[in-house]
């Protein structure tokens, strides 16, 4: 299973469009994953399904809905591209990463770097889960196609 860190970057995009093409030339499942950190007022114990009554309104949508959007808008774009597994879960984004690593063999992610200096310039979530993963990391460059 190749699973996909997907923030909304462009760098995200571009590291699910990787996955997905590799995917298609080898079979493997993939498996898209949006951390996110609730804020005040997004969700309310009151309200059906416990998400809270606006969260359609810009700025307010729901992570797994914008995970969806993503994963529909680059799957349209990769020839035979595999189903995905749409994953959203309330944390911190290396964190989840790293310990569904635990069930991948593969984890994709994208970065907004073009530096050389990998450790300066990769960002942390990217290198958290470089230094912590339990398998092999694929780092998709911007502009990667």
């Given at each position: 299973m190749?699973l ?7 760098a ?16 493997d499942r993939?498996e ?7 804020e005040?007022g997004?969700?309310?114990?009151n309200s ?9 309104i ?11 959007g ?12 595999p189903?995905?597994a749409?994953?959203?879960?309330v944390g911190?984004?290396a964190?989840t990463?790293?310990?569904?690593s635990r069930?991948?063999d593969?984890l ?8 050389r200096?990998?450790?300066?310039v990769?960002?942390?979530v990217t290198?958290d889960c470089l230094r912590?993963?339990?398998c ?5 460059p911007?502009?990667?196609?």
């Open positions: 190749i996909v860190g997907v923030d909304g970057s462009p995200s995009r571009e590291a699910l469009r990787w996955a997905l093409t590799h995917a298609a030339r080898t079979g993939v898209a994953m949006m951390a996110w950190r609730r005040p997004f969700v309310a114990a059906p399904g416990g998400v809270h009554p606006h969260a359609d810009p700025g307010h949508r729901h992570p797994a809905r914008v995970l969806h993503i994963v529909e808008e680059v799957r349209a774009t990769v020839p035979d591209a189903r995905v749409e994953v959203t879960i911190d984004a964190t990463l790293t310990q569904a069930q991948a593969l994709v992610v994208g970065t907004n770097s073009r530096g200096d990998a450790e300066a990769l960002g942390s290198e912590h993963a339990s092999p990391v694929v780092v998709v911007p502009n990667a196609r």
